[in-house]
């Protein structure tokens, strides 16, 4: 869709009072009157209970309100004691002792333990790539006691305390032993956590409406909130996640009063929530917060081929899907690389390649490649106010590169689902689906995730290439900052020639909120916290 399309649409909703529709939606029960409660709109809604099971940021979001990590990153990056209350490493780097800190309960009133911790980390680890990573250098992890553990190495690694306190989803939340057993292939269907707030499963309406209550019994560290470290303080009674699927509604609704906090303004309404009474604008973090991506799968035709993975650059232009989501450039920045751009290990390896967009001689590279027309489906999410327009500029220049489309829409919800078969597409696989990750995830090779090409291990789309699954490795033993930066350029240009993911550019998303009635808003590049908020 065009910044014109977009424009003129904006102008019919505003005139039709879509306001009238948030209100609605919005409108809080008497029960709840007196209470204070935090009404937010993200950028996707709730859909699935288990922030193991996904990478989709917003189980990511709802697992870091239920419950709590080991560590967690500064502002800085540099992790700190979350869950822990104090760690030693021993002289030859092989052993990580940790004990809890005092005050940790389940929802359910029971002590977090040892027994939970353990099977948490395992379970975790056997699904999140840098989680694997670290379990395939450790060679047992042990109880103690009831509050202490160890983590015993088989090698040196030393991104272990980096890869437990990680902000990029999967989060490695802590699970009560119950979830923390369940098979990491199924889902958990109950969130009972020991974080700031409860999850009120019986007020879920997906689709609709996500609760969370104020967690009473809640301890929080006495450090200042910082990134994911510090005191998580629940500071309103209940926050309610309102699920607006369109832009323009939700910043009419925050313009109204009717919400409090909007995580994803489009950028081009910024102007006017800029000027509203009452409303501030506020961006998050050092680096680029988002970056956009475009996975294709690695297990089946045409993109099995690596050839025609490549010819993909050729259609690719950034400029293109950054105007079309962000459209101010002061908010965008064009990036030829896998590791974000801003980032100490920026590095040009492999640039050449993705800025090598040439779309008149896109249909020769296919055919070259050994494109036989074959249909290629799509999983486009509609409702999602970011991935949907990258999808739609992804389509057309495919469309116009002459290849065969088979557009599968659906709401992002489902594409979640969808992305984690591995049949083939006419079986309910897939071929292609785009998304969007953190800059600060994109910013270290152990956590880029999505970097990775550990094959049937690794995150939907499956690339398999043991040279970039090895040269990880290698940047996670690195001493020096010279070493490590080598290694990442190395690993960045075998990445970009596999084909690992296509980037479609790095933004920084700024979030808008009810200045006058909110505070305490805990800046995080990459994903949303939303304790510490406090209403007036």
Same mark, same amino acid.
């Given at each position: 869709?065009?910044?014109?399309?977009?424009?003129?649409?904006?102008?019919?909703?505003?005139?039709?009072?879509?306001?009238?529709?948030?209100?609605?939606?919005?409108?809080?029960?008497?029960?709840?009157?007196?209470?204070?409660?935090?009404?937010?709109?993200?950028?996707?809604?709730?859909?699935?209970?288990?922030?193991? *099971?996904?990478?989709?940021?917003? &189980? +990511?979001?709802?697992? @870091? %309100?239920?419950? /709590?990590?080991?560590?967690? $990153? =500064?502002?800085?990056?540099?992790?700190?004691?979350?869950?822990?209350?104090?760690?030693?490493?021993?002289?030859?780097?092989?052993?990580?002792?940790?004990?809890?800190?005092?005050?940790?309960?389940?929802?359910?009133?029971?002590?977090?333990?040892?027994?939970?911790?353990?099977?948490?980390?395992?379970? *975790?680890?056997?699904?999140?790539? &840098? +989680?694997?990573?670290? @379990? %395939?250098?450790? /060679?047992?992890?042990?109880? $103690? =006691?009831?509050?202490?553990?160890?983590?015993?190495?088989?090698?040196?690694?030393?991104?272990?305390?980096?890869?437990?306190?990680?902000?990029?989803?999967?989060?490695?939340?802590?699970?009560?032993?119950?979830?923390?057993?369940?098979?990491?292939?199924?889902?958990?269907?109950?969130?009972?956590?020991?974080?700031?707030?409860?999850?009120?499963?019986?007020?879920?309406?997906?689709?609709?409406?996500?609760?969370?209550?104020?967690?009473?019994?809640?301890?929080?560290?006495?450090?200042?909130?910082?990134?994911?470290?510090?005191?998580?303080?629940?500071?309103?009674?209940?926050?309610?996640?309102?699920?607006?699927?369109?832009?323009?509604?939700?910043?009419?609704?925050?313009?109204?009063?009717?919400?409090?906090?909007?995580?994803?303004?489009?950028?081009?309404?910024?102007?006017?929530?800029?000027?509203?009474?009452?409303?501030?604008?506020?961006?998050?973090?050092?680096?680029?917060?988002?970056?956009?991506?475009?996975?294709?799968?690695?297990?089946?035709?045409?993109?099995?081929?690596?050839?025609?993975?490549?010819?993909?650059?050729?259609?690719?232009?950034?400029?293109?899907?950054?105007?079309?989501?962000?459209?101010?450039?002061?908010?965008?920045?064009?990036?030829?690389?896998?590791?974000?751009?801003?980032?100490?290990?920026?590095?040009?390896?492999?640039?050449?390649?993705?800025?090598?967009?040439?779309?008149?001689?896109?249909?020769?590279?296919?055919?070259?490649?050994?494109?036989?027309?074959?249909?290629?489906?799509?999983?486009?999410?509609?409702?999602?106010?970011?991935?949907?327009?990258?999808?739609?500029?992804?389509?057309?220049?495919?469309?116009?590169?002459?290849?065969?489309?088979?557009?599968?829409?659906?709401?992002?919800?489902?594409?979640?689902?969808?992305?984690?078969?591995?049949?083939?597409?006419?079986?309910?696989?897939?071929?292609?689906?785009?998304?969007?990750?953190?800059?600060?995830?994109?910013?270290?090779?152990?956590?880029?995730?999505?970097?990775?090409?550990?094959?049937?291990?690794?995150?939907?789309?499956?690339?398999?290439?043991?040279?970039?699954?090895?040269?990880?490795?290698?940047?996670?033993?690195?001493?020096?900052?010279?070493?490590?930066?080598?290694?990442?350029?190395?690993?960045?240009?075998?990445?970009?020639?596999?084909?690992?993911?296509?980037?479609?550019?790095?933004?920084?998303?700024?979030?808008?909120?009810?200045?006058?009635?909110?505070?305490?808003?805990?800046?995080?590049?990459?994903?949303?916290?939303?304790?510490?908020?406090?209403?007036?």
């Amino acid at each position: 869709m065009t910044r014109q399309n977009r424009s003129g649409l904006r102008a019919l909703a505003l005139a039709c009072g879509v306001a009238l529709a948030a209100t609605a939606a919005v409108a809080p029960r008497e029960a709840v009157a007196q209470e204070k409660v935090l009404r937010a709109v993200m950028h996707a809604d709730v859909r699935t209970l288990d922030p193991h *099971w996904t990478t989709q940021t917003i &189980a +990511g979001i709802h697992g @870091l %309100l239920v419950y /709590d990590t080991l560590f967690g $990153v =500064d502002d800085d990056f540099v992790p700190q004691p979350q869950m822990v209350g104090k760690y030693d490493i021993s002289p030859d780097k092989l052993t990580y002792t940790m004990t809890l800190r005092d005050g940790l309960r389940w929802h359910d009133g029971a002590a977090v333990t040892t027994r939970d911790i353990i099977p948490s980390i395992r379970r *975790w680890g056997a699904r999140d790539p &840098a +989680g694997q990573r670290l @379990l %395939l250098f450790t /060679d047992r992890i042990e109880a $103690v =006691d009831e509050k202490t553990f160890k983590i015993i190495l088989k090698e040196p690694y030393g991104q272990v305390l980096a890869t437990l306190g990680k902000t990029s989803t999967s989060v490695p939340v802590m699970m009560r032993e119950k979830e923390a057993m369940v098979d990491p292939n199924t889902q958990v269907t109950e969130a009972i956590g020991s974080g700031p707030f409860r999850f009120a499963k019986d007020q879920w309406v997906p689709g609709s409406k996500t609760v969370y209550l104020k967690n009473a019994d809640y301890v929080p560290r006495s450090e200042p909130a910082r990134t994911l470290s510090g005191g998580k303080i629940p500071g309103v009674d209940r926050i309610e996640l309102i699920w607006m699927s369109d832009p323009q509604t939700a910043m009419q609704a925050l313009v109204n009063g009717e919400i409090d906090f909007l995580e994803v303004p489009q950028i081009d309404f910024l102007p006017i929530l800029e000027r509203s009474r009452g409303v501030s604008v506020m961006k998050t973090g050092k680096i680029d917060s988002t970056f956009g991506m475009i996975r294709l799968n690695h297990l089946h035709p045409p993109f099995d081929n690596p050839k025609i993975r490549q010819a993909m650059y050729k259609i690719i232009n950034q400029e293109d899907f950054l105007r079309t989501v962000v459209g101010n450039p002061a908010f965008y920045k064009v990036c030829h690389g896998l590791i974000t751009c801003g980032s100490p290990l920026e590095n040009k390896g492999g640039s050449a390649m993705l800025a090598g967009h040439d779309p008149k001689g896109a249909a020769t590279a296919f055919r070259a490649a050994g494109y036989k027309g074959e249909p290629i489906t799509i999983l486009h999410a509609t409702d999602h106010v970011t991935i949907n327009p990258l999808t739609q500029v992804m389509i057309q220049a495919m469309r116009e590169a002459g290849l065969n489309l088979d557009i599968q829409a659906m709401d992002w919800g489902s594409v979640v689902q969808r992305r984690a078969k591995k049949e083939p597409p006419a079986q309910g696989g897939w071929n292609i689906f785009v998304t969007t990750s953190s800059g600060t995830s994109g910013a270290n090779p152990i956590i880029h995730t999505w970097i990775g090409a550990a094959c049937d291990r690794g995150l939907f789309g499956w690339p398999c290439d043991p040279e970039v699954e090895k040269l990880r490795s290698a940047w996670g033993f690195a001493q020096t900052d010279a070493e490590r930066l080598k290694i990442a350029t190395d690993l960045q240009t075998r990445a970009i020639e596999n084909v690992v993911y296509i980037p479609t550019g790095q933004w920084m998303q700024p979030i808008a909120y009810r200045s006058d009635r909110i505070s305490g808003i805990v800046p995080i590049t990459g994903i949303t916290a939303l304790w510490g908020i406090t209403k007036r």
